[in-house]
C-alpha cells in the first residue's frame, strides 16, 4: 500500500534552472494538494486540484505550475527557480475529510 | 478568517510522562474537522488523530486523546505515557471551509522532546 509518493526526494537547483516534482497517489482519491513547509512553520497551499483537468491556486502560487491530467498523477513545475523557493515541498491526497501526506522533496536553490 | 494557533512552541516530556499540547481555532462553521499531524525528524506529515465537532466524545488513538472543546474552540492533545519515538514536531490543523476546497490551515506548530 504506497499510498502518496513523491520523487526526488533532494534536490539542489541553479538559480534559474526549471524542475518537475513528481506525485503519485494509489487511494482514487479525487483531491490533491501541493503544499511547501518553510523552516520552523507550518505548511502552506501553493495549489491543488478537484480532479483530473481540474486545478487552482492555493495560497503562495507564483513561480509553479501544475498539471493533472489523471486521478493519479499531480505534478509540481517550477520554472526559472529562485533561492526564495527553497523549501521542503509536499504532495498530499484527501479522502473523506482526511488528507494524507507524502514523504516530501527537499529542494535547495543556490 | 479560519486561524490556528499553536501557543507553545516548544515542549518537553520525561519519558513515560503525560503532556498536553494546545491548540485555538477561530472559525464560523458548525460541523468540521480538526486534526493532529506529527512531523518527526524524517519530515514525513503522519496523521495522530482527528476529531469530528459534531461527535461529543473526544476522539482516542491508543496513547493520543483529544480534549475537544467546541464552545471555546480549543482543541488540545494529550499525549500519555511518553516514548522517545514522539519526538517530533506537532502541527493542529483545521479545513479551510471559506477559501480552497478541503485545504488544511496548520498551525505553527508545537517542539517536542521527550527525555530519556
Known amino acids: 500500500n504506497a499510498g502518496v509518493t513523491q520523487t526526488p526526494k533532494f534536490r539542489i537547483l541553479k538559480i534559474g534552472q526549471s524542475m518537475t516534482l513528481q506525485c503519485t497517489q494509489d487511494?482514487?482519491?479525487?483531491?490533491m494538494y501541493w503544499y511547501r513547509q518553510d523552516p520552523g512553520m507550518g505548511l502552506k497551499l501553493i495549489y491543488y486540484?478537484?480532479?483530473?483537468?481540474?486545478?487552482d491556486k492555493g495560497e503562495v502560487p507564483n513561480g509553479y505550475n501544475v498539471s493533472r491530467s489523471t486521478t493519479e498523477d499531480f505534478p509540481l513545475r517550477l520554472e526559472l527557480a529562485a533561492p526564495s523557493q527553497t523549501s521542503v515541498y509536499f504532495c498530499?491526497?484527501?479522502?473523506?475529510?482526511?488528507?494524507?501526506f507524502g514523504p516530501g522533496t527537499r529542494l535547495t536553490v543556490l | 478568517a479560519q486561524t490556528v494557533t499553536q501557543s507553545q512552541p516548544e515542549m518537553s516530556v520525561q519519558e513515560a510522562e503525560t503532556v498536553t499540547l494546545s491548540c485555538t481555532y477561530d472559525?464560523?462553521?458548525?460541523?468540521?474537522?480538526l486534526f493532529w499531524y506529527k512531523q518527526p525528524p524524517s519530515r514525513q506529515m503522519i496523521l495522530v488523530i482527528r476529531q469530528e465537532a459534531y461527535k461529543q466524545q473526544n476522539a482516542t488513538e491508543n496513547r493520543f486523546s483529544v480534549n475537544f472543546q467546541k464552545a471555546a474552540k480549543s482543541f488540545s492533545l494529550k499525549i500519555s505515557d511518553s516514548q522517545l519515538g514522539d519526538t517530533a514536531m506537532y502541527f493542529c490543523?483545521?479545513?479551510?471551509?471559506?477559501?480552497?476546497?478541503?485545504?488544511?490551515?496548520f498551525g505553527k506548530g508545537t517542539k517536542l522532546s521527550v527525555k530519556p
Open positions: 498530499a491526497s484527501a479522502g473523506a475529510d482526511t488528507q494524507y
Open positions: 486540484s478537484v480532479g483530473a483537468g481540474i486545478t
Open positions: 487511494m482514487n482519491h479525487n483531491y
Open positions: 490543523a483545521f479545513p479551510d471551509y471559506g477559501g480552497s476546497q478541503g485545504n488544511l490551515i
Open positions: 472559525t464560523s462553521e458548525n460541523n468540521y474537522y
